[in-house]
């Protein structure tokens, strides 16, 4: 596995793969790898001949007061996790190199963006936006992947994608979860014994509104409370928000419908962890209250 850092020589290395006729998939992450994001490497694998993976903690999607620089770094450790995983090249820049001196241009993302991660954290979708455009002109990829768990992401990096004519298939990979439910996150070794106990308090919280919605349950403002009191139940945690969206938009929705996102916030101790839940409800069975199964709860 090569492992570049400056721009002018991974534009070399890929030139060289596309004289060769090779296609290339693209999987960017912050790094502190564990298996979900592996399960990207894989996925993009099965979609492109070669594959680029990024390590790099963006500063501009980190608010003040956030964990920019606590966040783990460990390239050594991920380019081995990268390279065993079947990864062709890691690219892990300097910030200078992403936001070089002077540097001022920034894509604000709109739609999909607002309320929710957008609300609460002002500014983080513009530096994903942004850092994510940078890395699309820099790979030019046919394919890049992007983990389910960030559902909100996903559709704001779809959206922008498609409002500003990216020739790149954006493909989105299942949530991977450790034994108990709790869906993997860098994050996770924030918590204490206790904490990462408590933390499962989300998927169960999903799990509660799946099997409402399984059961018939169509009012969107129903699951919501269903959610809201399993994690309020919890003492560990302190819930941010549980909601009922639309899967393009990310707009609340009133009645439980087509292709919708029940996405989930909170705090467990001083750790900040989001989960969600994707499914597809016809709406041929939605008056007869069958539904079809969560994409990956």
Not at 63 to 88: I, K, M, S, W
Not at 139 to 167: N, S
Not at 231 to 255: I, K
Request: some cysteine; charged content about 25%; hydrophobic content about 45%.
């Amino acid at each position: 596995m090569l492992r570049v850092r400056d721009a002018a020589v991974l534009r070399q290395e890929l030139a060289g793969w596309r004289r060769q006729g090779d296609t290339i998939g693209f999987v960017p992450t912050m790094g502190a790898l564990h298996q979900g994001h592996l399960s990207l490497v894989g996925l993009a694998r099965s979609r492109a001949r070669r594959v680029v993976a990024s390590v790099f903690v963006n500063p501009t999607q980190f608010g003040p007061g956030e964990d920019f620089n606590l966040y783990p770094r460990q390239l050594g450790t991920d380019a081995v996790l990268l390279e065993g995983a079947g990864c062709d090249l890691l690219f892990a820049p300097d910030v200078e190199t992403l936001y070089p001196r002077g540097h001022t241009t920034f894509v604000d993302p709109g739609g999909p963006a607002a309320g929710l991660e957008g609300e609460r954290r002002p500014g983080h979708f513009r530096g994903v936006a942004t850092v994510v455009c940078a890395f699309f002109h820099l790979v030019r990829p046919e394919v890049a992947v992007f983990g389910e768990k960030d559902a909100q992401q996903l559709a704001v990096v779809r959206r922008m994608a498609r409002d500003l004519h990216f020739d790149v298939d954006i493909v989105p990979a299942p949530t991977v979860r450790e034994a108990d439910g709790l869906a993997m996150s860098s994050r996770n070794a924030y918590l204490s014994a206790a904490e990462r106990q408590a933390a499962t308090v989300l998927v169960r919280a999903l799990e509660d509104a799946a099997a409402a919605i399984a059961a018939g349950e169509r009012s969107a403002d129903e699951v919501r409370r269903r959610m809201r009191r399993v994690v309020d139940g919890e003492p560990l945690a302190r819930l941010e928000y549980a909601e009922v969206v639309d899967a393009e938009t990310f707009q609340p929705v009133a009645t439980i419908a087509g292709r919708v996102v029940l996405p989930v916030a909170a705090w467990i101790g001083r750790t900040r962890l989001i989960d969600n839940l994707q499914l597809t409800v016809g709406e041929a069975l939605a008056a007869a209250g069958g539904a079809h199964g969560p994409g990956n709860p």
